[in-house]
């Protein structure tokens, strides 16, 4: 496994402080973050899932701990929208340049509005998808957030 992806590439250049994890990524797995989490032995609070979505038709990324679910309504509110819905897979992948269950959101082929849950910005450290499938970066949550250029909202349900 490659420990050098778009995601670590433009955290480097964007001059962030991350460092790289591995772990057997289960591709049966119910819930990936969850799984993540627990390869990790961290607490799903911690383990950020990347989502991609849709607000009013357009795309968005939001980033949220990995044992939240997104609230549709809330998010749509967070960018001013009337109606949000999950992205369909096959068109997260082409967006994104990158595979379900691999989706950061560093580094996407496409830069989208981003949105953080506002839960995560209270942890020291976070971990994120770094571009593949077993691969996670660690760093402070508001680094990612500046580099995301994310707004900060509670969208979790």
């Not at 989706?103 to 082929?109: R, T």
């Not at 770094?130 to 957030?145: E, N, S």
Request: hydrophobic share 45%; glycine share 10%; proline share 6%.
């Amino acid at each position: 496994m490659s420990k050098t992806t778009r995601a670590t590439l433009a955290l480097a250049k964007a001059g962030a402080t991350f460092t790289v994890h591995t772990y057997d990524y289960d591709p049966g797995a119910d819930r990936i973050g969850l799984q993540a989490a627990e390869a990790l032995g961290e607490m799903p609070r911690r383990v950020l899932k990347t989502l991609m979505a849709e607000v009013d038709g357009k795309p968005v990324c939001v980033v949220l701990p990995s044992d939240r679910e997104v609230s549709m309504k809330k998010l749509a509110a967070a960018f001013g929208g009337k109606s949000a819905n999950m992205m369909k897979p096959g068109d997260a992948e082409r967006l994104t340049g990158y595979h379900v269950g691999g989706i950061s959101p560093f580094g996407q082929k496409r830069a989208v509005p981003t949105v953080i849950e506002t839960a995560a910005l209270a942890e020291d450290h976070v971990f994120i998808n770094g571009g593949q499938r077993g691969l996670q970066v660690r760093l402070a949550p508001k680094d990612a957030q500046q580099v995301l250029k994310a707004v900060a909202e509670p969208v979790a349900a």
